[in-house]
Each structure stands twice: as structure tokens, then as C-alpha cells.
């Protein structure tokens, strides 16, 4: 069902955590559906220079959220907003086709963090 | 790596005793069992052996066994068979909300033909009230259809008292004992059903191969027409190898059937009482006593199914799930749904089923793995705070 890149990430997922002080959270899904990510960033100069997320879902969702981070880090606000979810699944070599919903929310979730640190930043300014 | 399996509801592995009995009725002994001559006489004292062995198995007379090709054909074959039988009748069908989606959605087919469907609720524990069966029972229904055990959280219904009533009221009571049978022990006089479906590779038989007891007198129409097989009411060249497997392990669960129970239940216990001790946040679905010996079925809080699954995967085990993601439809469980769990809840379901192959050993195993597998997905989870 998954390839074998999905389960390497998804057993070994990079970056799982939570960023005490973060500048942007994003929270999407929701567990009555199976999968919710919570995503949390660090950013300076304009750039993602941390990236943590915890996940509650299943290996797609897992997996997605570990290739996503790695995906973004080090990358400017901007290059970031272009990554899909698209792009993401099909860094991961591709997902089953019902699993392109429901579970392949990581973009989403890391647009709602960048979303939560611009509207604080202008909260800020 | 050794793999240790505790999917026994799933299926169960054909025991090497029934194999050998197969084995010569695929090509030694090929014929059909319709024939006249020598090879379809052979074949056919076979398939009238092993009918004798499933009757002694239930309880019912060499009349009122008929093969199929699967629990899934004799589920479908007691509720459209009869409903198409009794159509003059009435048109109206009880079945539970916990039943197996072979009932479920036979009922819900007739239902588009026009038939009036009463779905059941269930308690928490996923029990059938009796008295709701009572109190939806009018002048047309002609059919009740209740599970004798559920599959996925090991339930035994109280069919003895839902027979009495159904009896009393003159409507045919089917019970789909696909779980229980070879593994607990059914009697379709004490259980008092007019209609039974079991399924072989539930109890250490092939797969393919299934049967219904139909008491007599009961009114049916046959699904599948044809050669007259099994006196009409079932055409089809008989699968003799499949029939002479269900044989042998009907043979087989009569004479093991007391230790099988104690062996499962021994087992099961250890697993439940070792993952209430051992995880605290979870939820034993359906009831402590009146179970399945081999079934045990958990919600573990904060974390979802199919990476459970998939985590134990990876450490050798076979495990099942409800949860949506694991599901063909992406729905959660209807089963865990109608017991009134939490949605969140049962994403998290893990049901582990024991069978005779398995040893304490592995069990021990497994409880000292699972804790460390949902610890590490809980500390992945959003929902999880330590």
C-alpha cells in the first residue's frame, strides 16, 4: 500500500516536537476524521529556520508532515508558500490515492503557521 | 523476522490435519460429486461426510446443512433468500446495528427494493436489548437477523432469549455465528435460530468455503439457480477439497473444543489485563465476560489506528484496527460507532484475536512492545499532553 520512503519517514519521522516559543502555529484536520497536524515555526530574516509539528493521523499523515519539514527548513516565507501538498506527495514517491485528502494536509498546516507568524508580526509592528 | 499472528477474527491458518484431508480431492480423487460413476460416488461420500461433521458440530439434522462458498454467501442467502421467499408475507427485516456487513448490506439492498429495514441499537457493551426486538416485531416482519458473536468486539448476544420471542411470534430467526462457531460452542437448539451462517477458515478450515443450516420447514429461495445442487436451494459443482476441509476441522473443533476455549481465554485475559496494566488512557470496548475466548478490543486514546497497525507491523505482529484511515470507505467502524465511543476514540481501536497457534510467550512479547509502540505515536500526537 505505501512505498517504501512513506514508511522509512513514517518510522523514522524527522523533526517531531513542539517550539516553546514559536513565532507561527498552524492546526489543521481534525481527529473525528483521523488526522490533525499541529505545526509550529521559527523564523528569522525571512526564513523557516526551525520547524517542529506533532501529528495525530495515520503513516500517510506522519509522513507527510516528516517530508514537509524537511521539505521547508531553511527556506524563505516565500519559497515555502509555493510548496503544495502535491509536491509533497510526490517527494514521498507518491501516496494511495485515498490517502491525497485526507491525509496530505502539511502544506496546509505549514501555510497556517506562516499565516499565525505574519498576523503576530503585524500585531507587533 | 519471526511474526507472530493475533488476527485469529481475520482468519485463521488452515491446520496441517485438514490440508492432508483436502489434498487428495484436488487431483487423486478429482470427480464430480454429481457424477454416477466410481469418482463422483467417491466425491460424494466426501461431501456426505463432512455435512455429518458440521451437523454434529451444531447440532442440526444432515438435512439442514447446505454448502456455500463463504460466510459473506450464506449471510446473503439467509436474509434475501428468505425475504424473497416471504414476500408475500410481509417486508419487514430486524437486524442489529453491530452485525457484519454481509447482513448489513444485504438488508440494506432489500431495502431499495422496497423492503422495510429496522436496524437495532445496541448498549454500550454492544448488546441487543431483547425486548427492542420485541417491540419492533409487527404483523409483516418476517425475518430477525442478530449476530451470535460480533467480530470486532467479541460480543455474545443473547440469541436464546431473542429466540423465544421471534418463535412466539412466528418469524424466522437467522443468526450469523460466523465467529463463534469452532471456537465457542453453538447449538441451533439451545440458541433456538431457524437460519445459521459459519464460515470454515474462521475455525482452522480453507477459505471458500462456508455453510448454512436452514431448519426444516423453513421457506428460502435459493440465489443461485442451477443444477439442482444441495436439493435447489444451492446450485454449484461442489467445491469437494473446500467442503472436505470445512469437514475435518468441524471434526476437529468437536473433540478440542473445551480446550480451545480454555486456551484462547487464558491467552486473551493475559493480553487484556496486561494492556490495562501496562497503558493507562484506553478503553476496553465491548464486554469483559461475555466475549469471544479470543478477542480482546482496546481504544487507545490520542493516537490512530492505522499507524498502530502499521507500527506493529513493523515489529512482527498482525493486529487489526477500526479506525477510518484503515477502512476501504474511510469511515470509522459501524460497530465501535453504535456502542456510542467517542469518534476520536475509536480511531485509536486496536483489536487483537488469539488462536491456538499463538503461546503465552508471545503474548508476553507483544506486552512489553505495545507500550513502547503507543508511547512513541503518543508523543507524536497533538492530542497527547504528557
Known amino acids: 500500500m505505501y512505498n517504501e520512503k512513506v514508511i522509512e519517514h513514517f518510522k523514522n519521522p524527522k523533526n517531531v516536537g513542539e517550539i516553546e516559543d514559536a513565532d507561527g502555529v498552524g492546526e489543521v484536520g481534525n481527529p473525528v476524521c483521523g488526522d490533525m497536524m499541529t505545526f509550529y515555526i521559527k523564523v528569522e530574516d525571512d526564513k523557516l529556520i526551525d520547524i517542529k509539528y506533532k501529528t495525530f493521523g495515520c503513516v500517510a499523515a506522519i509522513a507527510v508532515s516528516s517530508m514537509i519539514s524537511e521539505m521547508a527548513i531553511g527556506k524563505t516565507i516565500d519559497e515555502v508558500l509555493e510548496i503544495s501538498n502535491k509536491m509533497v506527495a510526490e517527494a514521498l514517491g507518491g501516496l494511495p490515492p485515498n490517502k491525497y485528502h485526507c491525509s496530505n494536509l502539511g502544506a496546509d498546516a505549514l501555510k497556517a503557521a506562516i499565516e499565525d507568524y505574519k498576523k503576530k508580526r503585524e500585531g507587533k509592528l | ?386
Open chain 2, 1 to 386: 523476522m519471526e511474526r507472530i499472528y493475533f488476527d485469529h477474527a481475520a482468519t485463521t491458518p488452515v491446520r496441517k490435519e485438514v490440508l492432508e484431508a483436502m489434498i487428495p480431492y484436488f487431483s487423486d480423487k478429482f470427480g464430480n460429486a454429481s457424477s454416477l460413476y466410481y469418482e463422483g460416488v467417491d466425491a460424494s461420500e466426501a461431501v456426505e461426510e463432512a455435512r455429518n461433521s458440521v451437523v454434529k458440530l451444531i447440532g442440526a439434522d444432515e438435512s439442514e446443512i447446505y454448502f456455500t462458498s463463504s460466510g459473506t454467501e450464506s449471510d446473503n442467502m439467509a436474509i434475501k433468500g428468505v425475504a424473497l421467499a416471504l414476500r408475500d408475507k410481509g417486508k419487514h427485516i430486524i437486524v442489529s446495528s453491530i452485525e457484519h456487513h454481509a447482513v448489513l448490506n444485504a438488508a440494506l439492498s432489500l431495502r431499495k427494493l422496497g423492503y422495510e429495514i429496522t436496524i437495532l441499537p445496541v448498549d454500550g457493551k454492544g448488546f441487543v436489548n431483547p425486548d427492542d426486538v420485541k417491540k419492533n416485531i409487527k404483523n409483516d416482519t418476517i425475518l430477525v437477523s442478530i449476530m451470535l458473536a460480533n467480530n470486532e468486539i467479541g460480543t455474545i448476544e443473547p440469541i436464546e432469549e431473542v429466540s423465544k420471542i421471534t418463535k412466539e411470534r412466528g418469524v424466522y430467526l437467522h443468526t450469523d455465528a460466523v465467529q463463534a462457531v469452532g471456537n465457542y460452542p453453538v447449538n441451533v437448539d439451545s440458541l433456538g435460530c431457524d437460519l445459521l451462517s459459519l464460515s470454515a477458515h474462521k475455525f482452522y478450515g480453507p477459505k471458500g468455503v462456508g455453510a448454512i443450516y436452514i431448519r426444516k420447514g423453513t421457506r428460502i429461495m435459493p440465489l443461485m439457480d442451477g443444477g439442482g445442487h444441495e436439493k435447489g436451494k444451492r446450485s454449484g459443482t461442489y467445491n469437494t477439497p473446500g467442503i472436505v476441509g470445512l469437514g475435518k476441522a468441524s471434526v476437529l473443533a468437536i473433540s478440542e473444543l473445551e480446550s480451545r476455549i480454555n486456551q484462547t481465554t487464558k491467552l486473551r485475559d493475559k493480553i487484556i489485563d496486561g494492556i490495562i496494566s501496562e497503558i493507562p488512557y484506553i478503553i476496553l470496548n465491548g464486554d469483559r465476560e461475555k466475549r469471544l475466548p479470543g478477542n480482546a478490543n482496546f481504544s487507545i486514546k490520542y493516537i490512530e489506528g492505522e499507524s498502530l497497525i502499521l507500527s506493529l507491523d513493523a515489529e512482527g505482529f498482525a493486529v487489526s484496527t477500526g479506525s477510518a484511515c484503515s477502512s476501504h470507505s474511510l469511515k470509522i467502524s459501524h460497530v465501535l460507532n453504535a456502542i456510542g465511543l467517542d469518534p476520536v476514540d475509536a480511531q485509536g481501536s486496536l483489536r487483537v484475536t488469539v488462536g491456538l497457534d499463538n503461546t503465552e510467550e508471545e503474548v508476553d512479547k507483544f506486552l512489553e512492545i505495545l507500550p513502547k509502540v503507543v508511547l512513541k505515536l503518543r508523543r507524536m500526537s497533538p492530542l497527547y499532553k504528557e
